[in-house]
Each structure stands twice: as C-alpha cells, then as structure tokens.
C-alpha cells in the first residue's frame, strides 16, 4: 500500500523541465516596459538637449537599497521643473527599460515631491528695478543655472509671482542679486 502512495506521488511531481519554466518566470518579475514607481532622494542630474534642442535629464535616485538611473525626457521634464533638485526625495512614476547589453533604467512619466517636505524658493522682486538692473539680473541667472541646482527661483512683478526657474544658490550669489536689486528685492522661503 505504501508504495503505492510513493509511486502516485513520483507521477504527480513536476519534470524537470517544468521546474526550470517556473525557475525563469520567477526570475522575470519585471519585464521591459513594465510601469514603476520608485522613491528615493536626488544625488545628481545631467542636463542634456537632444539634437531637436529639448532638453532632458539623467537623474540618479538613492534609496536604502542602491542607486537608480532614471531618463528624464523634456514632457516629464517640464512638469517635474521644481522637484528636480539634488537632495530633494521624490517619487517616480515610469516604465523601466531593460536591455540585455546597458543597466536597466527607468524612463519617467512624472515626478512628484515624496512627503511633506517644503521646498525652498528664491523670490527676486523686480517690480522696481530698472531695465539695467533686469539685464544683469537674467544674466546673473543664467550664469547661476547649472547642473548642481539647489533652489527654485522665481520673479515678483507688482503681487504677480512667476517661476524661472532654478539654480546653485551659496551665500555668496545671495549677495550677487542683492547687490544687483537690493537687499530688500531678495527673499528665500
């Protein structure tokens, strides 16, 4: 009677082959294509423009387990502007690009703030600056505006606030837009 039972049992285990299938379809828990959603905090972004002269990023993403790369394309780009600053946590959602020959990455759809963590802003009133002081303030941004930015920036115009924005912001170019409007034209928040 016992060996029946073992005999029944051999004849409805799996093969061999039917244990690598199941193998490789656990290994497959993420496929090309397959949408994400990633939190972690900035440690870099790489602007770009591509050969259409739009511009696009590549954001690397930490969190407790590692880094993630994730490609920023200009739609993402322009919707996710204020959140696109190192340090800052965010969540991504994407779809994930996996080729066989490069890292798998994560191609983003839209970027958010993670939590409630309040972003600062620089705020440049310019309401009373004349078009002298208007050049050398664009200038300054410009020169500012770089890979490292750290703060959104934005214009007041009489009550109307306008975004601009961001830059690398120190001390010391605090005191260049002070310099170039006023100390009293100048507010982070």
Do not use: H, W
């Not at 078009?131 to 934005?154: C, H, M, P, S, T």
Request: proline letters at 1%; hydrophobic letters at 35%; aromatic letters at 6%.
């Amino acid at each position: 009677m016992e060996l029946r039972n073992i005999d029944e049992q051999m004849s409805s285990t799996v093969n061999n082959e039917e244990i690598e299938m199941i193998k490789q379809n656990q290994k497959l828990k993420y496929q090309d294509g397959q949408n994400v959603k990633y939190a972690g905090i900035i440690s870099s972004i790489k602007k770009k423009y591509t050969k259409n002269n739009k511009i696009m990023a590549f954001v690397t993403v930490e969190d407790l387990y590692g880094t993630a790369e994730i490609i920023v394309f200009e739609n993402a780009y322009l919707k996710a502007g204020k959140s696109l600053i190192e340090e800052n946590i965010v969540m991504i959602d994407g779809r994930l690009s996996i080729r066989e020959d490069d890292t798998t990455t994560i191609i983003a759809n839209d970027i958010k703030d993670f939590g409630e963590k309040k972003v600062k802003i620089l705020t440049l009133d310019i309401t009373n600056a004349d078009e002298v002081q208007k050049d050398k303030l664009r200038g300054a941004i410009k020169y500012f505006n770089g890979d490292k930015n750290n703060i959104n920036v934005q214009i007041k115009v009489n009550e109307e606030l306008k975004p601009c924005g961001q830059i690398y912001l120190t001390e010391e170019i605090l005191g260049v837009f002070e310099d170039i409007i006023g100390q009293d034209s100048v507010n982070v928040v």
